[in-house]
């Protein structure tokens, strides 16, 4: 360092994400190591964290009962798999000792997420290298687990795929917010440059319908468990458990709470959701069995909470797709006719994609035999959502667009030039 130079002050930055890139970067409690060691331990960091969120309740539950006889004899480490295993379900692989267990708890996945979001960007550097190694370290601490549980191999590859994703989205959300990072609108410009602009602003607009979508059914969710409270509270009071089992409970009972907001909004839209086989709960009437003892099913709508003006609850997807609509008068720059019609018809097709998506992840089975189908059916969930979002579209948005009316106009007067019988005396 030359005389009179200003050494570098700890906490510095340029916003680089090249590793060869020039630069300097916050000091970390590993200096001088390389930059992916940081991603590497953020990851295997987010992995343990959201592991160890399972496996502890379930050693507490296994120590508070190990005097009972129905636990007599029985390995510690059951307890520690049987935590591992409600883990590994969370990333879409069927519970190791009970396979016909595959409704995964979306909750523990959106803790996972949130896992590697506070590990990424408490201990990660904004590099590509220490991005790929803290995906690599997530995905490696799976398939340790998925060997340590006895999980076949077919299995552990959903598991691989979905600890990519969860930790991708997580460690990729968390490295963005470190402030050597640079913004996400600067990483997507590439991507946006090489999409058309109505394309891409339907895009946009998708993602605003299937959110505000999921906002209305995150209130009706609630306003279930509201109507349904004495339900719940004696299905707790039956099930006579201690302190530790409560609070087991209440982990699982929140683990599935993103879940069950998958099926309001399954409701919400028309074709509704199982609850076991031969069951269904739609706005036109519900067909229920026995449910099992869960107090979450509690707060399901009773089967009298149907028919009537509430068949028209799904024209809130319409709603929805209204403000997609105003999302895309606000942004899209039209110049050609067909500008709206395929911003809009992208629009739709993206929030049906996405609830489809989000219901193929709520549904799923809990046991053998009738347990087998609970959830909603992705494909009419998604093409539910498509139509109404298509509807406003096509209410609001096109009749709206001065370039699509006067080109309208255009092909209709020609059009009655060709079909007036001008040869037919008057």
């Known amino acids: 360092m030359s005389p009179g130079t200003r050494p570098p002050q700890r906490g510095s930055t340029n916003r680089v994400l090249d590793d060869r890139a020039p630069g300097r970067f916050f000091a970390s409690d590993l200096d001088g190591a390389p930059r992916w060691v940081g991603g590497l331990l953020a990851g295997l960091q987010a992995a343990l964290l959201s592991l160890l969120v399972v496996v502890v309740p379930a050693i507490a539950a296994f120590v508070a009962t190990s005097s009972a006889p129905a636990t007599d004899g029985v390995p510690w480490t059951s307890a520690l798999q049987a935590g591992a295993g409600i883990w590994l379900l969370a990333h879409g692989v069927p519970f190791p000792t009970a396979p016909s267990v595959t409704l995964a708890p979306l909750g523990l996945t959106a803790l996972a997420v949130f ?4 590990s990424g ?12 190694a803290g995906i690599a370290a997530y995905t490696g601490v799976l398939l340790l687990v998925g060997l340590f549980c006895g999980v076949p191999l ?4 959903i598991g691989v795929f979905a600890a990519v994703t969860v930790s991708g989205l997580g460690l990729g959300a968390g490295l963005l917010r470190r402030a050597e990072a640079p913004r996400l609108a600067t990483l997507l410009l ?14 946009g607009a ?14 009706l969710t609630v306003a279930w468990i509201l109507a349904g409270r004495t339900t719940i509270a004696e299905v707790v009071s039956g099930l006579g458990l201690d302190a530790v089992g409560g609070v087991v ?20 839209t028309g074709p509704g959701f199982a609850v076991g086989v031969d069951t269904s709960f739609t706005v036109g009437g519900a067909t229920t069995g026995a449910l099992p003892a869960v107090p979450i099913l509690g707060a399901l709508p ?16 319409v709603l929805t797709g209204l403000l997609a609509v105003l999302w895309l008068r606000r942004r899209l720059a039209s110049t050609r006719a067909w500008d709206p019609v395929i911003a809009g018809a992208v629009s739709a ?62 092909a209709a007067r020609g059009l009655w030039r060709r079909i007036r019988p001008d040869h037919l005396p008057t």
């Open 121 to 132: 960007r408490r201990s990660g550097y904004a590099t590509w290298q220490s991005y790929a």
């Open 154 to 157: 077919l299995h552990l590859g």
């Open 349 to 410: 097709v993206v929030a049906g994609l996405g609830a489809g998506a989000l219901s193929a992840l709520a549904s799923g089975g809990i046991g053998p035999g009738r347990m087998t189908e609970f959830g909603p059916a992705p494909a009419l969930v998604g093409l539910a959502v498509a139509a109404g979002t298509a509807l406003a579209m096509v209410l609001v948005l096109w009749p709206a667009d001065p370039h699509l009316r006067s080109a309208v106009g255009r």
């Open 190 to 203: 590439p991507v946006r440059r090489r999409l058309p602009e109505p394309v891409a602003q339907g895009i």
């Open 115 to 118: 896992s590697g979001w506070a």
């Open 302 to 317: 009773a089967p009298d909470i149907a028919g009537g003006v509430l068949r028209y609850i799904p024209v809130v997807t």
């Open 249 to 268: 409970l209440a982990v699982g009972e929140l683990a599935y709470l993103p879940t069950l907001v998958i099926w309001a909004m399954s409701w919400l």
């Open 206 to 219: 998708g993602a605003v319908a299937l959110f505000a979508l999921l906002g209305a059914s995150a209130v």
